[in-house]
């Protein structure tokens, strides 16, 4: 039986590692028990913001067989999106590096699709779900339980290897699988990210109060940005790399292989006129299929606005 269960395991890598993901971890299907204080602590003290959908589900953040009934291994997975180019114009508002190209909600579910089609035929018939990004799922938790890294102290998962600038993924599958055990914490007595937010967001090692994050005020936040973050957002636009890009374990970052993540026209090249005369027609050609949808034409301007307001 377990050599079974070890074959098992090994194909489930072999067939991640083909499909581009650059690394799979897998955590035995249970109750998140180290998890639950911390998320009900962030939730009472309201660190999520006008992010209500945080609060929902609850008990299905923390335990996976509410999600999928008799699952046994939650494989975790890791995409790498550090891009080869970056903006060019010093000046011109900034996005997260994530958001240059393709939707990665898309690009992702259709990778773990082809992932759960070839398991099946591989080894036979699976129930289960996969998750970008897109349902209560503690995906960085279950990331760093697997072993693919540690939770940073600005909350992100990073890896030894290359660093935090990965989308995690999941698969919560009623196949039993060989679990990896979690690896220690390599942070040490840095604190770069948390001297370097302009917000004061990341409160205590690992807590960032996401009511006070750039990423929350330029993408989730519908109203109008308050005043008392003036002049802190150093020009992001659609979210913020700032706790990333100062992380010492992101110069070992590579770029990454995935065409689908190269940006459209001249996105890169943009200037802060290009940026500020941008019209509707423009921003649905640009951002045709891009994670900046999100915050749409109208959210994006009003963001844009914010930041010539203080500059």
Not at 266 to 273: G, H, P, R, V
Request: glycine content about 6%; proline content about 5%.
């Amino acid at each position: 039986m377990n050599s079974v269960i070890s074959e098992h395991s090994k194909t489930v890598k072999e067939a991640a590692k083909r499909l581009g993901f650059d690394f799979c971890g897998i955590s035995k299907a249970e109750f998140l028990e180290e998890e639950a204080p911390r998320l009900e602590r962030w939730l009472l003290q309201e660190q999520h913001g006008k992010m209500s959908y945080m609060a929902n589900h609850f008990d299905k953040r923390l335990d996976p067989r509410l999600l999928v009934p008799g699952a046994r291994s939650v494989v975790s997975l890791l995409y790498n999106y550090f891009p080869l180019e970056k903006q060019t114009d010093p000046e011109a508002p900034q996005i997260s590096k994530y958001a240059y190209g393709r939707d990665y909600h898309s690009v992702i579910r259709e990778k773990l699709q082809e992932l759960m089609e070839e398991l099946r035929e591989k080894i036979g018939e699976i129930n289960g779900r996969v998750f970008v990004d897109s349902a209560p799922v503690l995906e960085r938790a279950w990331a760093q339980k697997s072993g693919l890294g540690w939770i940073g102290k600005n909350s992100n998962l990073i890896t030894r290897e290359q660093g935090s600038f990965f989308f995690i993924a999941e698969m919560i599958l009623d196949l039993e699988l060989l679990a990896d055990g979690p690896i220690r914490d390599y942070c040490g007595t840095c604190s770069r990210c948390i001297d370097a937010c302009p917000t004061q967001a990341i409160i205590q090692p690992q807590v960032v109060d996401g009511s006070k994050c750039i990423s929350y005020f330029t993408i989730e936040l519908k109203e109008e940005i308050p005043t008392s973050v003036s002049g802190k957002f150093q020009n992001w636009a659609f979210g913020c790399d700032i706790c990333q890009d100062v992380c010492p374990w992101n110069r070992f970052s590579k770029p990454h292989h995935e065409k689908q993540f190269v940006p459209q026209d001249d996105l890169l090249q943009m200037t802060k006129n290009d940026w500020e005369e941008m019209t509707e027609e423009v921003f649905k050609k640009i951002f045709r299929d891009s994670a900046v949808q999100r915050a749409g034409y109208n959210g994006l301007k009003r963001n844009l606005n914010f930041l010539r307001k203080i500059s």
